[in-house]
């Protein structure tokens, strides 16, 4: 096991707030094409030789743990496509000051995969699930493979794994009669339904403001169908969801509400690109390249000191609605959602 770093100064910006939580991307590979993310055809994925090996994705990550990074959560593109993802996950699982090790994925390899994760000592996992019918999955991810999530699913509770979430993206005129659906489904398994407000993050750049599906909106939605919910109180105030719990006791909901109500204010992340790029924010138009220091013999303070650099530059918020807005050159799979 690689020898711990002494401890440093917590990571903080120039609004004081500490990061904690580290997105790492490690793949922008992807076995399916949704339309809010991906192009449906010819897409240049990056070259293998571009993608960080888990030992420099492991160094960097010791390197933000002694700066007080503990909650991980491994992305893509679709993360269960990058080989042996496992052996990564128990790569991090024995680094100094990693408390949680969380995945994204869309679920379609969970059902060969869920158990060897649970193994190596994944904590926890959201899925995605943007609907429960097999013609509208296939319109929206460009490709089938709508009973294998499911699959994926049954294969995630089956292998032990507590809380699991499934995340369900809200474009308006696409979603609205998933709703009630979605959550009697999450909620029938004793799963959380969570609605994620459309950002402009597609390839295709094809996003409009008029597409976004307010988290209120599907909020009274789910009260009028279906009973009053009460909010629950946060654990944390920098997680991005807001939980809602029936008063009946059927289960949890929540919205990620990015557009409507920007939680900027309290981010606590940082990111770390598939080609090892950190950048301060999703919507970032900079990065910082830790793969040529990872690659060119840097000392760990070096390192150490790219990230901070990286986070003092970072904006107060998106500015999603400033005239002023740019999107990023890259799109969510070439990120890590
Ligand atoms: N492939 C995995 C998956 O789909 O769960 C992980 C990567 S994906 C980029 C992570 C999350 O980003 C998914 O829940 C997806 O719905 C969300 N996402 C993708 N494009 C988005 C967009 N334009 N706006 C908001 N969320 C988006
Ligand atoms: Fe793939 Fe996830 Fe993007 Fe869908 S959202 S195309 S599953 S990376």
Known sequence: MPRPLPTRT?????????????????????????????????????????????????????????????????TGGEPLVRTELSTLV???RDIDGVEEIALTTNGMLLGQQADG???????????????LDATKFERIARRSGFDQVLEGIDAA?????????????????????EIVPLVVFATSRGLV?????????????????????????????????????????????????????FVDGRGRVGFINPVSEPFCGACDRL??????????????????????LLRGGASDEELEQLVRDSIQKKKPGHGIDDQTFLRPQRAMYQIGG
């Open 10 to 74: 917590p990571l903080v910006d120039t609004f004081g707030r500490v990061h904690t939580s580290l997105r790492l991307s490690v793949t922008d590979r992807c076995n399916i094409r949704c339309f809010y993310c991906m192009p449906a055809e010819g897409v240049r994925f990056l070259p293998r030789a571009d993608i960080l090996s888990f030992e420099e994705i492991s160094r960097f990550v010791r390197v933000v743990a002694a700066m007080g990074v503990s909650r991980i959560r491994l």
């Open 90 to 92: 128990a790569m991090l």
């Open 117 to 131: 994760l649970k193994r190596a000592g994944l904590d926890r996992l959201n899925i995605s699930l943007d609907t």
């Open 157 to 177: 509770i089956a292998a032990g794994f507590e809380n699991v979430r499934l995340n369900a993206l809200a474009i308006r005129g696409e979603t609205e009669d």
């Open 193 to 245: 339904m969570r609605f994620i407000e459309y950002m402009p993050l597609d390839a295709d750049g094809a996003w409009q403001h008029d597409q976004v599906l307010a988290g209120e909106v599907i909020r009274e939605t789910i009260e009028r169908e279906l009973g009053p919910l009460v909010p629950v109180e946060r654990s944390e105030s920098s997680q991005p969801a807001v939980d809602y719990e």
């Open 271 to 292: 990111r770390l690109t598939a080609e090892g790029q950190v950048r301060n924010c999703l919507f970032s138009t900079t990065e910082s390249d830790a793969r040529s």
